[in-house]
């Protein structure tokens, strides 16, 4: 199934042009290889987790075969030699991500820095969200901040977790957004000095969030604390 989106609002994830190519090889849910060799990894998104035998398969389904453009605003490969980017098929203003975001079969990542950008992969991803489909037709699809061996579960995965802040606080570099009242046991969110000036810049005081009703996502870390970066979605 592809979901399209306006061509208008597909023009915010544009960026500059990093070439193009023909997929040849699905590496996983969100990397592949052209005819060239390079590997491309899709900025933006997270895969979903499913089972193994699934994984490559939706984005296999957009993708494998055809002919592709390129666009973002570095070409630097990660450490993995793979090179991020926005993914357009040939002739279409419809990127790949927006098409995996709508199909429930993907999540949009905390480092998307482009307002309009992330405004675009939000809504697509809203979209699937409210439709219930893919990774989103199962009700525990967003983790309670009150239920943190949920949440711990999911160590090493990024996860979305929704609930209220209890408290803001900081210690060095690094704020806390705690959920529980006990800091020790409960879920919280660790947030970095750059983040927060990203906020800022966009009109949010961190200390604002405090008694308020958020949703957050990232990666989840450690035995007792579960670290996650506030995204599009934020306050609800």
Known sequence: MTTAIAPAD????????????????????????????????????????????????????????RDVTLRGEDDTPDRYGRQPAFVFLASSETSVQGQLLAQGEALVSGTVTNKDCASILTAAEAEARQAKRGTWADPAAIKNAESSGD???????????????????????????????????????????????????????????????????????????????????GAD
């Open 151 to 233: 949440i711990l579960a999911g160590v090493g995965r990024f996860t979305v977790v929704e609930g209220k802040v209890l408290s803001v606080r900081q210690a060095g570099a690094t704020t806390y957004l705690n959920f529980g009242r006990n800091w020790t046991r409960g879920f919280a969110v660790a947030i970095s000095r750059r983040v927060i000036a990203a906020f800022e810049a966009g009109g949010t005081a961190i200390k604002s969030l405090e008694n308020r009703r958020i949703r957050v996502r990232g990666f989840v870390e450690g035995a007792w604390r579960a670290a996650n970066r506030i995204v599009a979605g």
């Open 10 to 65: 597909a023009a915010g994830c544009a960026f500059e042009p990093q070439g193009e190519g023909r997929v040849v090889e699905i590496l996983d849910a969100r990397s592949f290889r052209l005819a060239d060799g390079r590997e491309v990894r899709l900025a933006g998104i997270e895969p979903v987790v499913t089972e193994k035998a699934n994984r490559t398969s939706a984005l296999s389904g957009i993708v494998a075969g």
